[in-house]
Nanobody, 116 residues
Framework: VQLQASGGGLVQAGGSLRLSCASSGNIFSMNHVGWYRQAPGKQREFVATITRGGATNHLDSVKGRFTISRDNAKNTMYLQMNSLKPEDTAVYYC???????????WGQGTQVTVSS
């Protein structure tokens, strides 16, 4: 499975971006898929996940601003990011985990920069 993330860019604080992650495999077959981010000098952190059943979970600091979703027909996951803040600046990565949790796949990352 290969994941291709896109949609990052430079945006002013308060703006919006939508990240996409296209999968070469069937994302519906995955246990869960999600988004993570890594800011300069910091460890990679969880942002949001969506399970095979459609349950979502979001990092507390992005709740109400970010929304993860998935289009099974297109094998694509999304992260809608609204009300962006400078502290959201990071490289955003998508991840998919197999049904039995034995393997995980990462996309290449897409840069999001929020200016104040």
């Amino acid at each position: 499975v290969q994941l291709q993330a896109s949609g990052g860019g430079l945006v002013q604080a308060g703006g919006s971006l939508r990240l996409s992650c296209a999968s070469s495999g069937n994302i519906f077959s995955m246990n869960h898929v999600g988004w993570y981010r890594q800011a300069p000098g910091k460890q990679r952190e969880f942002v949001a996940t969506i399970t095979r059943g459609g349950a979502t979970n979001h990092l507390d600091s992005v709740k109400g601003r970010f929304t993860i979703s998935r289009d099974n027909a297109k094998n694509t996951m999304y992260l809608q990011m609204n009300s962006l803040k400078p502290e959201d600046t990071a490289v955003y990565y998508c991840k998919a985990v197999t049904l039995n949790l034995s393997r995980e796949y990462w996309g290449q990352g897409t840069q999001v920069t929020v200016s104040s």
